[in-house]
């Protein structure tokens, strides 16, 4: 294998392994910045090494065996292996056997450190956006000039930011493993609530020039992916992981040729991602085994599923969808669930049915300067036949909207209604 080739297998087994040599390197040490360090200097080896020797049959093994005899040598110079070496647990005081007995220990599995890590990262102290911040560089191995490229942010606040939740949780003392009972499941309604946050902002970006940002969306669908296959036995993880990947589904057709946003309705749904969609319902249905039907997610992804369903927009089930949102309101009230049940009466019921739901929420301060709201009232009183209403209401809504395209769009629905 030429050196390019070399270099370019290492770099693509770095990417794939990254993560998990970072969870089961933070266990050992206890410190994210110090796994990262480790996992880094495993690669340098790498690049080192495998140009000569060729890649090993277990690269991953290797990887994490060579991080792990460093972080020895490391708690060697530091007088600290005897303090060590119950949490390592690997018999320290045999360090200097072979480097195959070590490989071969590495090829345990560790997707319990790797969920560990997940957990870690998506832990309740830290606030939502340094969450989705660190997991992206943790678990998703974003580069920081990604991330805030992503998020729209400056390279050194998503720096600070990640900075800070790492310190706080060193500060915390909390451990790189799976919670327990009650603890795991608070904790795992901030792992999918962050996961979810990231492909909500690819799918719908809340600010800059672009409508959507598919590589955002393809990221938390891996996240995703990854958390259904080291926690098979929790419906929610399915149920999240079906809502993503029939949402992704639609992508491809949710803008036009200028970037200006396709309604839902007038899609081409010949663009829409049958695989995906297929993967969708595959994991809603997992998700219904598990005894999960009535959760958050699943009930989000049954509304997503009757859309993917109908061939065509006029076979849309809406009353079927207006009847999901009434359970969805029931097990996670909201504003915004709210509004999305206004919408859906407003299609199985008439405008009129819309416009009464709209009323009840009108004065939540959660919704005061969402855009969506007013966008979701001009619609509703254009279906009506109410077009000077309806201009005022886009007009409020563009207003809002910190999306370029978005305003332009609503702009373009305000100006139609003056005909």
Same mark, same amino acid.
């Given at each position: 294998?030429?050196?390019?080739?070399?270099?370019?297998?290492?770099?693509? /087994?770095?990417? !794939?392994?990254?993560?998990?040599? &970072?969870?089961?390197?933070?266990?050992?040490?206890? #410190?994210?910045?110090? $796994?990262?360090?480790?996992?880094?200097?495993? +690669?340098?080896?790498?690049?080192?090494?495998?140009?000569?020797?060729?890649?090993?049959?277990?690269?991953?093994?290797? @990887?994490?065996?060579?991080?792990?005899?460093?972080? &020895?040598?490391?708690?060697? %110079?530091?007088?600290?292996?005897?303090?060590?070496?119950?949490?390592?647990?690997?018999?320290?005081?045999?360090?200097?056997?072979?480097?195959?007995?070590?490989?071969?220990?590495?090829?345990?599995?560790?997707?319990?450190? @790797?969920?560990?890590?997940?957990?870690?990262?998506?832990?309740?102290?830290?606030?939502?956006?340094?969450?989705?911040?660190?997991?992206?560089? +943790?678990?998703?191995?974003?580069?920081?000039?990604?991330?805030?490229?992503?998020?729209?942010?400056?390279?050194?606040?998503?720096?600070?930011? !990640?900075?800070?939740?790492?310190?706080?949780?060193?500060?915390?003392?909390?451990?790189?493993?799976?919670?327990?009972?009650?603890?795991?499941?608070?904790?795992? /309604?901030?792992?999918?609530?962050? !996961?979810?946050?990231?492909?909500?902002?690819?799918?719908?970006?809340?600010?800059?020039?672009?409508?959507?940002?598919? =590589?955002?969306?393809?990221?938390?669908?891996?996240?995703?992916? &990854? +958390?259904?296959?080291?926690?098979?036995?929790?419906?929610?993880?399915?149920?999240?992981?079906?809502?993503?990947?029939?949402?992704?589904?639609?992508?491809?057709?949710?803008?036009?040729?200028?970037?200006?946003?396709? *309604?839902?309705? #007038?899609?081409?749904?010949?663009?829409?991602?049958?695989? *995906? !969609?297929?993967?969708? *319902?595959?994991?809603?249905?997992?998700?219904?085994? +598990?005894?999960?039907?009535?959760?958050?997610?699943?009930?989000?992804?049954?509304? $997503?599923?009757?859309?993917?369903?109908?061939?065509?927009?006029?076979?849309?089930?809406?009353?079927?969808?207006?009847? *999901?949102?009434?359970? @969805?309101?029931?097990?996670?009230?909201?504003?915004?669930?709210?509004?999305?049940?206004?919408?859906?009466?407003?299609?199985?019921?008439?405008?009129? =049915?819309?416009?009464?739901?709209?009323?009840?929420? #009108?004065?939540?301060?959660?919704? %005061?300067?969402?855009?969506?709201?007013?966008?979701?009232?001009?619609?509703?009183?254009?279906?009506?036949?109410?077009?000077?209403?309806?201009? /005022?209401?886009?007009?409020?809504?563009?207003?809002?909207?910190?999306?370029?395209?978005?305003?332009?769009?609503?702009?373009?629905?305000?100006? $139609?209604?003056?005909?």
């Amino acid at each position: 294998m030429a050196a390019s080739e070399t270099h370019q297998a290492i770099e693509t /087994v770095f990417r !794939i392994e990254r993560a998990r040599l &970072i969870a089961g390197l933070a266990r050992m040490v206890r #410190e994210v910045d110090r $796994a990262e360090e480790l996992a880094q200097d495993a +690669l340098v080896a790498a690049l080192a090494e495998w140009p000569k020797s060729g890649v090993p049959e277990k690269p991953g093994a290797w @990887l994490m065996a060579t991080a792990k005899r460093r972080a &020895i040598d490391g708690f060697r %110079r530091a007088k600290m292996l005897e303090r060590k070496h119950a949490e390592i647990g690997h018999g320290l005081s045999e360090v200097d056997d072979s480097a195959a007995r070590i490989e071969g220990a590495m090829d345990d599995e560790i997707g319990d450190e @790797l969920l560990g890590l997940m957990f870690t990262a998506c832990h309740p102290l830290l606030s939502r956006d340094a969450r989705a911040a660190l997991t992206l560089r +943790l678990i998703g191995g974003l580069s920081t000039e990604e991330i805030a490229r992503a998020f729209l942010t400056s390279e050194p606040t998503i720096a600070q930011r !990640i900075v800070r939740a790492k310190k706080t949780l060193s500060k915390a003392v909390i451990a790189f493993e799976i919670p327990r009972g009650t603890e795991r499941e608070a904790r795992l /309604v901030s792992v999918l609530e962050v !996961i979810y946050l990231i492909f909500n902002e690819g799918y719908a970006a809340t600010a800059g020039e672009d409508l959507i940002r598919p =590589a955002l969306c393809t990221e938390a669908q891996r996240l995703g992916r &990854i +958390l259904a296959g080291i926690a098979p036995d929790e419906p929610e993880v399915f149920g999240l992981l079906a809502l993503m990947e029939i949402q992704a589904s639609r992508l491809a057709a949710r803008a036009a040729p200028d970037g200006s946003p396709i *309604l839902l309705t #007038e899609q081409n749904r010949a663009r829409w991602d049958q695989l *995906l !969609i297929r993967r969708g *319902l595959a994991a809603l249905d997992r998700a219904g085994a +598990l005894g999960g039907a009535n959760g958050p997610y699943a009930l989000q992804a049954a509304l $997503a599923a009757c859309h993917a369903r109908a061939r065509k927009a006029e076979d849309t089930d809406w009353k079927h969808i207006a009847g *999901l949102y009434d359970n @969805l309101r029931e097990v996670m009230p909201s504003p915004v669930v709210d509004l999305n049940r206004a919408v859906a009466y407003c299609m199985a019921h008439g405008p009129e =049915a819309g416009l009464a739901l709209l009323d009840l929420i #009108e004065n939540e301060p959660a919704l %005061r300067n969402y855009a969506p709201l007013p966008a979701a009232r001009g619609d509703f009183l254009l279906r009506a036949g109410r077009k000077a209403e309806a201009r /005022v209401a886009f007009e409020r809504a563009a207003s809002l909207t910190r999306n370029e395209r978005e305003r332009d769009f609503l702009r373009s629905r305000a100006a $139609a209604c003056i005909a």
